[in-house]
């Protein structure tokens, strides 16, 4: 079956969605995102839609979802990559993304993880450095 | 929709499961390219016609989409035609209503595609089928 991977960075989750996903293949995602979050206790999920043309109402509903879900299981989501034309379209169909935090770039979606992570992360056994400068 | 521009070339795409509304989106891509609509111009319709689409499909059972190329005077725009032969739409004025859904979905696609293009006409018998026409003009 068609799926879309998931890459796992430490506490992070990373998927780069390069396709024109079917309506089917969004929900395995959303599927695939929820159980790898449990799987591997995950922080941080990052979306890079950089590589989508257009977000409409099922994406955006499925991003949403996404990021609540995560939310539950104590990760936090953010979707980077965004294009302009993209964002301006979503505003125009009456979409705001509610609950979705976004940014610019991969980088600037990183840091945000890594600062918002790092606020409630106690003790890690398996990570022995700290990220904090 | 009462004719606003003469009809110069089309295409039908048919519309039976999830990944005819991707080609739904390729075939609106390519032709929105071609007639040289600007980027934001081409996302909004693309969009459009991924609303609609998928309303065809979920709603009206599965239908097609036919793609014209019309002309108005100096005028070019493309037209969307969905049409299918699903249960129709008792209330089409509640149906464009932001928000109004009878399923799980946000009711953002019927009114938000209609923001997204500049000319929108819905007729919908019950019983019959639902046949939505939208045009955007260069
Ligand atoms: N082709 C159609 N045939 C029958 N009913 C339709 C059709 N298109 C739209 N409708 C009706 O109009 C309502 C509103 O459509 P709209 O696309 O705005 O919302 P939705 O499809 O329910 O949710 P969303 O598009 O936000 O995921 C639908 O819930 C449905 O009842
Ligand atoms: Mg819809």
Redesign the pocket.
């Known amino acids: 079956m068609e799926r879309i991977p998931i890459l796992r960075m430490g506490n992070y989750l990373l998927v780069t969605i390069q396709v024109d996903m079917h309506d089917k293949l969004a929900l395995t995602l959303q599927d695939d995102l929820t159980n790898r979050i449990t799987e591997v206790n995950a922080k941080g999920v990052l979306i890079d839609i950089s590589s989508l043309e257009i977000v409409d109402?099922?994406i955006g509903?499925t991003l949403a979802n996404i990021a609540s879900m995560a939310k539950v299981l104590d990760a936090e989501t953010v979707v980077v990559g965004m294009q302009p034309a993209v964002a301006i379209t979503l505003v125009e169909l009456g979409m705001s993304l509610p609950g979705i935090r976004t940014a610019l770039n991969v980088e600037s979606g990183m840091e945000y993880l890594r600062e918002t992570v790092t606020g409630h992360e106690e003790s890690d056994e398996d990570d022995g450095d700290s990220t904090e400068d | 929709m009462r004719t606003t521009g003469t009809v110069q070339k089309t295409e039908t795409v048919p519309i039976q499961s999830s990944s005819d509304v991707v080609v739904v989106r390729q075939r609106v891509r390519a032709w929105t390219t071609d007639m040289k609509f600007s980027l934001v111009e081409q996302t909004k319709i693309i969009t459009a016609a991924s609303?609609?689409g998928?309303?065809?499909l979920?709603?009206?059972g599965g239908?097609k989409m036919e793609l014209s190329l019309v002309v108005n005077g100096a005028r070019q725009g493309i037209q969307l035609c969905?049409s299918?032969q699903?249960?129709?739409?008792a209330d089409i004025a509640q149906?464009?209503k932001d928000g109004?859904?009878?399923?799980?979905?946000?009711?953002?696609?019927?009114?938000?595609?209609k923001r997204l293009m500049n000319e929108f006409e819905i007729d919908?018998k019950p019983g019959v089928?639902?046949s939505?026409t939208a045009i955007r003009w260069k």
């Open positions: 109402s099922f509903r | 609303e609609l998928r309303n065809t979920e709603h009206g239908g969905f299918d699903g249960p129709g739409i149906a464009l109004y859904s009878t399923g799980q979905g946000m009711g953002l696609g019927l009114s938000g595609s919908s089928g639902t939505i």
